[in-house]
């Protein structure tokens, strides 16, 4: 299913090499996404080499840009049918991977993959904005992933008080302007967070890709997530 030539060939500037059984875990991820796509959309994304490099490629380039420590904790907000955070459990199993999206279907499926590759991993039904303030997600995680969820100013306030202090946010966009970025700095400030690095890159030619690491520098005041309603109407500024 997935083109393993492609993903090589996409995923060698980044330094990312994929063994024989990362790669396996990762194909039977491909077969099943295809597969249950044709019951309930999962994704617009099924032809192989577009999957390989869109979705696969796409998630695997973070591993030549980020370094996650062994055992890491990292939750994947809004992962739909499982993006990145389902790549980054295949690859690297020790990674403690959390799943949150208000979806459950979705949810369902990243179950059925794990079961199929035999890795563990905790799927959360909830909204990212009622799962923050609760006592056993709250500052608890280590790297807070989130791929195409929303922009960055109300995204910021799901995904900040996840992280534990210290810890990063890791917003993966495919174009994220500036003019984006400069709304969301009140919002980040209130929140705790501070743009470490923005690395902006080409995954292939003419697909360009903006990773921002926020850094979290202090707690997050209790206030914060507020309700979705809230959020809004009335985004951080
Ligand atoms: N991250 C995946 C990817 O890159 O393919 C899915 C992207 S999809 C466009 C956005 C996902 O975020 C949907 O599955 C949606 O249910 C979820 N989502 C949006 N807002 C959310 C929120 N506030 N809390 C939890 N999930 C949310």
Do not use: W
Request: glycine letters at 6%.
């Amino acid at each position: 299913m997935l083109n393993r030539v492609l993903l090589e060939q996409t995923l060698a500037p980044f330094g990312v090499t994929v063994g024989e059984a990362a790669f396996a875990r990762l194909d039977t991820y491909a077969q099943l996404l295809v597969e249950t796509n044709k019951q309930f959309n999962l994704t617009a994304i099924t032809e192989p080499d577009d999957m390989t490099v869109k979705h696969f490629a796409d998630c695997l380039a973070l591993f030549g840009l980020v370094e996650f420590p062994e055992n890491a904790a990292v939750i994947d907000v809004g992962t739909g049918a499982g993006f990145p955070g389902l790549v980054l459990k295949l690859f690297r199993p020790d990674l403690q991977v959390t799943f949150l999206d208000s979806t459950k279907k979705k949810l369902g499926f990243i179950e059925d993959v794990l079961s199929a590759v035999q890795l563990n991993g905790e799927t959360v039904h909830m909204r990212a904005e009622e799962a923050g303030n609760l006592p056993q997600y709250r500052e608890r995680f280590d790297f807070v992933t989130a791929r195409a969820v929303s922009n960055l100013q109300n995204l910021s306030e799901y995904c900040l008080p996840f992280v534990r202090k210290n810890g990063l946010f890791l917003s993966m966009k495919s174009a994220e302007t500036d003019a984006e970025i400069q709304a969301a700095q009140g919002a980040l400030r209130l929140l705790g967070g501070k743009i470490e690095r923005d690395k902006q890159f080409l995954l292939v030619e003419n697909m360009p890709r903006r990773l921002l690491f926020v850094r979290k520098i202090s707690q997050t005041p209790s206030k914060y997530p507020r309700p979705s309603a809230k959020i809004a109407k009335s985004p951080l500024k």
